[in-house]
């Protein structure tokens, strides 16, 4: 039961140009989404997120972007560096849960090429 | 910045015997959480903790695993009996009081190996 899909298990950038990753989900209820960076031996790091009454949140090199019709959601990262090699994690959450827990995808590592 | 702290790092046991993994969340937060990563797959939510109870569990969360937050400032997952498919990253983690939109805060991990 995949109801956040991250369907890039990798993706490769040159240094500079911009990493787009991509994410869909399936749960209509869900409203809140967040993008959490993940290095190895380290727990996740909040990244950045968008509630769904956005369209767009921009927070320096990242950019989340939302379109609720089509269950999608990418992150932009412009320009790319070789420091944001890492697995990226899409969550999704819906209000009213009571206890807020994420659902998270299963993550695409971004290799950024110096 | 405040952060979520988890110990040991790493855990080594045999099948059968009983764990417990520590975590301090960040000090004014209330919604404490467990999750955990088996090796290639995905985080998975095993269990959220609010006003001194649990508030939500998942199916992996089965009578072998409970949790405690034994003073003000300390939360453990205690798995009774551990089993090999028990071995994973456990991570603990927090949200202040807005809640819904919010987000977490993670701890390091715990690796747990079960032999």
């Known amino acids: 039961d995949q109801q956040v899909k991250q369907n890039s298990p990798s993706l490769s950038v040159q240094e500079g140009r911009i990493s787009i990753l991509n994410c869909d989900y399936t749960n209509s209820m869900f409203d809140y989404f967040l993008w959490y960076k993940k290095y190895p031996a380290e727990g996740p790091t909040f990244l950045i997120s968008?509630?769904?009454?956005?369209d767009k949140n921009e927070d320096g090199r990242f950019t989340v972007f939302l379109n609720k019709s089509a269950k999608h959601l990418s992150l932009h990262i412009v320009p790319s560096q070789p420091g944001d090699s890492a697995v990226y994690f899409c969550a999704a959450e819906r209000s009213g849960a009571g206890s807020y827990q994420l659902t998270f995808g299963k993550g695409t590592k971004l290799s950024v090429i110096p | 910045e405040p952060e979520v702290t988890q110990t040991p790092s790493h855990q080594v046991t045999q099948m059968g015997q009983e764990v417990i993994l520590r975590c301090v969340p960040i000090?004014?937060?209330?919604?404490f959480y467990w999750y955990r990563q088996i090796l290639g797959q995905k985080v998975e939510f095993l269990v959220s903790f609010y006003n001194n109870e649990i508030s939500e569990k998942s199916e992996i969360f089965d009578d072998q695993f409970s949790v405690e937050r034994p003073d003000g400032s300390n939360f453990t997952l205690k798995i009774r009996s551990t089993k090999l498919e028990d071995s994973a990253m456990y991570f603990c983690a927090s949200r202040g009081d807005g809640g819904y939109n919010s987000p977490l805060h993670f701890g390091n991990g715990t690796r747990l190996t079960v032999t």
């Open positions: 000090s004014n937060h209330l919604y």
């Open positions: 968008i509630s769904s009454i956005k």
